[in-house]
């Protein structure tokens, strides 16, 4: 456990010092040194227009990691708010809502974000758009499981007797007992956004070259892939390692969170 | 039952409604007039703007949101996906086409995963905490963090540059399947490992098993009558969660090993801004999601009747 948040410790700094670390301009473009070797002048070697690949890889942790955290943040926002709505606003307000919920279920996740980036037109406001309203769901679903059962408990009640608005309700008897959920659900789609973001900038509808992003490294690298293999391991293996290290983060909170609730 | 199955497919059909309504609604927003789009892609050249206007007419795009809607929506019900605006053929049958590319590919990734997980999953739940288990464990948390398309780029560089083996490109012959569906597979065996060993651990730990243990019940028929039943619960939900990964992933892999499929239509229909193609993929995807949905809803009362007992 102790490694793995070290080991998120780490890319955190990455994302936020990881450009001030970067030996070369990442969009600097370098034709007579394309596709170089590793060297101690090029640590992990050249991309084909002569790009230092480390610089690349440190400035795309900024937009990887970065862009992932705030989707999976907004979405966070957006579904909690729904799932309290649903939980308290009734019995009309819940079905439409949970209808809402599994219509947005009813497709593959990346799929959706596939057609609504590919649609709308490649860039990074789409990107956003895209995976932000394809990943709200489950934070609804938790939200409003979790607020139902907490409806008719007695604090509760008394605090709707007593006059407190639904908001504040919400703000200050809801939320305490959603965060331990949420933030489990939290980590999960956060490895999931990174793992989105990177695969729709491999299919060419995420960040736009020539800014730096894992899974659009991975493409310029596949095409290079009989004479530099090389060249396509740096990025896969750092959205491995960084989902890795998340999904593991999760799965230690999930466990701690179990144990508290037995005590 | 009838009531049950009746409000079940009732709220599917309010599902599906909802999809068709976002999709169009969002191709509908897109950025661009779709009316020029069509006219470019079909004439190539600078249309005149009468051009434009009689397209615009023919495509029923003329009436406002709902009128297009409607012309949409009502041939669709009776199964018409209507034709491609960019070569004016039907939809249809090209995409039978694509599906009969992607579902092989998908039962393949799904037999390839069912193959790997099914006995990783008993030998590590022969002795839980054992070094098997921890190497099963530590395995599919790595296979859940590898994105297919790395996975597939790798298993290429491997088995197609290094050594040669497998062609790498394309859908010619039956061995060009072998590195796809081992893509789409190792994934689906790193979710399939993890539900299956907490499925199998939970259901060996129930209270009642040392009491027909002692009662001398053969240890086989203990595992097939009273572990096997309470597994089957949790390995149908992530069935159901599965066929969403083979969909997605199988779009993705057809991507990487250039294969003809729903992956490389949906793609290169977006990039052809072929609208009528792209709300055929999305609407065939969700019509198979909420079906096995459907499906599975009722599977579960079936092997666990508690389950109607709580929500009816």
Redesign the interface.
Known sequence: MRSVIVLVTVFVLLALVGPWLAPHDPTQINIPNRLSPPNAEWLLGTDALGRDILSRLLHGARWSLGLAFLISVIGLAIGTVIGLVAAQGGKIADWIVM??T???L???????A???A????AGTGSLIFALTITGWMRYARVARGIGLSLLNRGYVVQARLAGLSPVAIARWHYLPSLLPSLTVVWTGMF?RAI?SI??LG??G?GVQPPMPEW?TM?LDA?IH??ST?LQ?IWP?LA??TC??AI??TG?ALRDSLAEADQR | MIKLVASLVL?AS???T??AL??FA??WN??GDPALAIALARYNAVVPVEVIDQVRAEAGLDGGFWSAFSGWITPLILGDLGQSSVTGRDVWPELVTAMSYTFPLALAGLLVGIAISVPLALLATQRPGGWLDRCAVALA??G???????LG??L??LFA?QLGWLPAMGARTPAHMLLPALTLGLGVAASLTRILRSGILEARGQHFLPAFRRRGVAASDISRHHVAPHVAVPVVTVFGLEL??L??GA??VE?IFSRPGLGSF??SA??A?D?PK?QA??IL??VL??TINLLIDLLYRALDPRIGERDA
């Open positions: 209808r809402t599994d219509t947005f009813a497709f593959p996740d990346l799929v959706a596939v057609v609504i590919g649609v709308l037109g490895a793992l990177s695969a491999f299919l509808f899974g991975l596949r892939m009989r293999p396509m896969g959205v491995v989902v890795l999904n593991l799965d | 709220r309010v599902v599906l909802g999809t976002a999709t969002l191709l897109a950025p948390s790595i859940a963090a590898i994105p297919a398309y790395w780029l790798l290429i560089l540059v969403a990964f969909l997605e779009v993705m991507v949906l793609v977006i990039e801004r609208f792209v993929v999305v995807s969700a999601f909420v």
